[in-house]
């Protein structure tokens, strides 16, 4: 099916699960659209939350998607039951995929859990756990200095490690955890300085793996793969409602997309 798969986010987070979907899916077309001009999403009202989700998937959906992947740990866990319910495409979160992940690397059966605000109070990642294996141990802390950090550009250095720091206390003061899950696709940016400030006790999980493999079965499941013979000339298409400086330095420094276009769009 020559259409593209759609993913959103609240900001630049997202692209760590984009670049994991582009290199499992090669030959797939991408439209990302982040929401920097109002992230973050994960101190904000849940109706907020619902509202902006929504409104950045209608935009989307002005591209014919195949398929939308919400690369937003918040808005999959306030939005995406109701996202299932009405759209007519296949939609995968990151929750779920978060959760398998930490299940698969889990020797103690003790998971810690960082995110936003509204994560980790809809106790979503907790639940996911417990549907595979009842007998998991979670902490849960939520991390809201990370996202402001991370849209700023400031993902490393002396400040970074320092707030990673102050905001782990708990994390690595239980001896038990030995599996961490990043319940923010931001997080997987300054994942290097949560896994120094951590060491090699705890193994730190992004749900972007996952999520691809989820996403690649979704395709086959509903016979939605390209027929594509050849890659795409490009790489994928990135839009954005907000500054497109720290986005661009990213998308070429860190994910590599060098032949993106990125597009500042109004959604309203």
Known sequence: MERPIGVIDSGIGGLTVLYELKRQLP?????Y??????????SKEADEVRQYTWEIVEYLLKF???LLVVACNTATAIVLDELKQYLSIPVVG????????AIKSTETEHVGIIGTE???SSQAYEYALKQINPNIQTVGVACPKFVPLIESGRISGPEAKQIVQESLVTIMNDSSIDALILGCTHYPIIQPVIENVLGKRVTVLSSALETGAEVSASLTFYNMHTTKEK???S?????????????QRLKDEIFHFTNSQVKQVSIL
């Open 118 to 120: 509204n994560t980790i």
């Open 94 to 101: 990151v929750i779920e995929p978060g959760a398998r992940a």
């Open 64 to 66: 014919d998607i195949k």
């Open 33 to 42: 659209l982040g929401d920097t001009l109002r992230c973050p999403y994960g």
């Open 27 to 31: 030959k797939e077309e991408f439209v």
């Open 235 to 247: 790489d994928p298409l990135i839009l954005t409602t907000g500054s497109l400086s720290v986005l």
């Open 231 to 233: 890659f795409p000339i």
